[in-house]
């Protein structure tokens, strides 16, 4: 069973698009996060999210914007798609930090 | 605020140890490590808190210390399967949900 999913794991789009990614664990945990690396493997958080709650934005531009449905699911979506927004999108949910934290296989986003 | 991981390569021999340095210019709370394989999501390997709990595989080894803002990372007997970029991630709070990633160090393990 795969415990952290994303979909999709590829993703290439014209700029100025628009596009979502999806993730969802089954693994219980009430927090869940994205996280953004970049072509120089900086992996950088964006959104964390408790039981469905925005708790940390790290000043992501506007265009991206997280939705929780539920505590199991953490989508994301990108208006206006930028060449700078091309990057490797990782979800992961955890129980908290003072616990391991579960990564998503990726969804590497090209913008073109 | 990013902590800086030292050395950013290392080329060992199987068989061979080394050192990963983890190091922050602020107070921290907690350091975590993960290893990232190429192409793959990172995978946790040890969380070391404040006041000495250590959380993690038994077969991976790490050092806390509070007063200097540094971790460091044991790799014994290396094998291939160790290699991969190995990053530290940083809690500065102990109450948030965040954790800044480190600079990461390239492993690579050779016969």
């Known amino acids: 069973d795969t415990a952290v999913s994303q979909t999709p794991k590829y993703l290439v789009t014209q700029m100025g698009n628009d596009k979502s990614i999806k993730c969802e664990q089954n693994l219980g945990h009430d927090t869940m996060y994205w996280y953004k690396q970049d072509s120089k493997k900086f992996l950088k958080i964006m959104f964390s999210?408790?039981?469905?709650?925005?708790?940390i934005n790290e000043t992501v531009p506007n265009r991206f914007s997280p939705k929780s449905p539920d505590k199991a699911h953490l989508n994301l979506h990108i208006n206006s798609l930028e060449l700078g927004d091309s990057a490797v999108y990782f979800c992961?949910?955890?129980?908290?930090?003072?616990?391991?934290?579960?990564f998503g296989p990726g969804t590497r986003l090209t913008v073109l | 605020q990013q902590p800086v991981q030292s050395p950013q390569a290392v080329i060992l021999r199987e068989g061979e140890d080394a050192v990963i340095n983890c190091s922050s210019s602020k107070a921290l709370y907690s350091v975590h490590w993960y290893r990232q394989k190429h192409g793959e999501a990172p995978v946790f390997l040890m969380i070391l808190l404040k006041g000495g709990e250590q959380k993690g595989h038994d077969k991976i080894s790490a050092s806390f210390n509070e007063k200097k803002q540094q971790s460091s990372l044991y790799l014994t007997a290396s094998q291939l399967s160790y290699s991969g970029t190995y990053f530290c991630g940083t809690d500065l709070t102990g109450g948030g949900n965040k954790l800044t990633f480190g600079t990461g160090t390239q492993l690579k393990v050779e016969l």
């Open positions: 999210y408790n039981n469905k709650e925005l708790i």
């Open positions: 992961a949910s955890g129980i908290g930090l003072a616990d391991e934290q579960f």
